[in-house]
Structure formats: structure tokens, C-alpha cells
Nanobody, 120 residues
């Protein structure tokens, strides 16, 4: 069974920075892509950024130029460096893992979520 452990959320003033981390543990799986989604109160969950096993990245327009996603393949860990944070970035951030589990197929696993609050 694959599990995700997230860390790095918190409270920061507008213009500040935070770094989120998400590590995948377990056995018998291979990663297709890892990414971050967020959900603000009263809104739908939305993609923030994703990185594929080949290193390709994709970002939401609202975070381009401010957020950077990276991955440590050896540690099965993905990072989200968030700079120039804005109050509208306030949300619960969820790590997402798209993976193959050997002999079972393709699955999506979610982290428990970490709160990011940006004060004005």
C-alpha cells in the first residue's frame, strides 16, 4: 500500500515563502507523476503543479513564476517551493501521486492535506 506524508504548511505573510514536501512510501509501485492540488473554502480542488517521472512540469496559471515543483527520485519525494505568496493562495494543499501498483494497475493516492494560510 502506498502512503503519502506531507509537511511544510503554515502561516506566512503576503510576499513570504513556504516549502511543502511530500514523500511516498510503500513497495511495489512506480511513479507516473506527482503533484500538488489545493482547495480553498467553498471552492473546488484545483491543480497547482505536477511533475512527471520524466521531469516535465505543469503549473496553474495563477502560480506560474512564483511556485516551483521539484522531485527527488531517489527519495520518492516531491517539493513545492512557494514564493511571493498571496492571500488568495490560502488553501489546504494536497499531495497527489499517480502510480502503477505492480500486478494491480494504475491508482491515485492523496495525502492528508496541509494548511497554507497567507495573511495580508
Amino acid at each position: 500500500q502506498v502512503q503519502l506524508v506531507e509537511s511544510g504548511g503554515g502561516l506566512v505573510q503576503a510576499g513570504g515563502s513556504l516549502r511543502l514536501s511530500c514523500g511516498a512510501s510503500g513497495s511495489g509501485f512506480s511513479i507516473i507523476k506527482m503533484g500538488w492540488y489545493r482547495q480553498a473554502p467553498g471552492k473546488q480542488r484545483e491543480l497547482v503543479a505536477v511533475v512527471t517521472s520524466g521531469g516535465s512540469t505543469n503549473y496553474a496559471d495563477s502560480v506560474k513564476g512564483r511556485f516551483t515543483i521539484s522531485r527527488d527520485n531517489a527519495k520518492n519525494t516531491v517539493y513545492l517551493q512557494m514564493n511571493s505568496l498571496k492571500p488568495e493562495d490560502t488553501a489546504v494543499y494536497y499531495c497527489n501521486l499517480d502510480h502503477y501498483t505492480y500486478g494491480r494497475g494504475r491508482y491515485t493516492t492523496w495525502g492528508q492535506g496541509t494548511q497554507v494560510t497567507v495573511s495580508s
